[in-house]
């Protein structure tokens, strides 16, 4: 369906089209995808048109997904990855494109929580783990899959950060500093590679129902006492992060380069 535009007629604009499916004939890589956000991002994903391509350690889960996509009529693929060693992350990236004949996307999702306890009682060795998954897998990302894009016209990637990546919060600081250094690689990757068509962008989730969130607030008590953190006093689905990142891979984004879009209910503004 064409829209007609109202826009000044100097400006000679094209007509606005409004695609059935978003994502078709794309094929975006996610990592982290066995549960939570990276699984529902591949659901949303094939529904718009995508083939997918699902990177994580648990490979069974990966498999279940993929069973339960190309049920639908989707085109996926399960890639066993570990976002901490990069010739892993490069050969995940090679099967995508050995697979479909290219990489037009990619959610860079996979991540650890907080130790949860002040910085002088957490254990050197899983603050590295932290760094090293949360941070030094989007890098890993980012180094591989631009390439991928590149050789096909460009791209758009979506790194996933967090609420804790724009706000302090006690007990989880070497998460919060890993989710400030995504923005900021972010930020700084647009720069280098929107001339070259490939867009960067960020969203801050807040406090949603995912695996690891469940494993943080194991009771109802603590989860409703976080969600009053947000001014909706809700805990967000993995698919409304989906909802966020399909935006941003979409042409509907295609202005929207180097941002970080808080999908936190609010609770950025200052609702503690």
Known sequence: MTVASTAHPNHNPAPVTIE???????????TGASSGIGAAAARRFVAEGADVVVGARRIDRLESLVDELTSEGGNALA??????????????VQDTVERFGRLDGAVNN?????????????????????????????YFSLKYEIPAMLATGGGSIVNVSSVGGIIGMPNISEYIASKWGVIGMTKSVALEYGGAGVRVNAIAPGSTKTDMYDAWLPTPEAQAKVAAYSPMNQIALPDDMARVALFLLSEESRWTNGTVIAADGGQHVGCF
């Open 79 to 92: 890639v066993h990855l570990d976002v901490t060693d990069e010739a892993s992350v490069a050969k995940a």
């Open 20 to 30: 059935a499916r978003r994502l078709d004939g794309k094929t975006i890589f996610i």
């Open 110 to 138: 996979a991540a650890l929580s907080g130790a949860g306890a002040p910085i002088v009682d957490t254990d050197s060795d899983y603050v590295r783990q932290v760094f090293d998954v949360n941070l030094m897998g989007v």
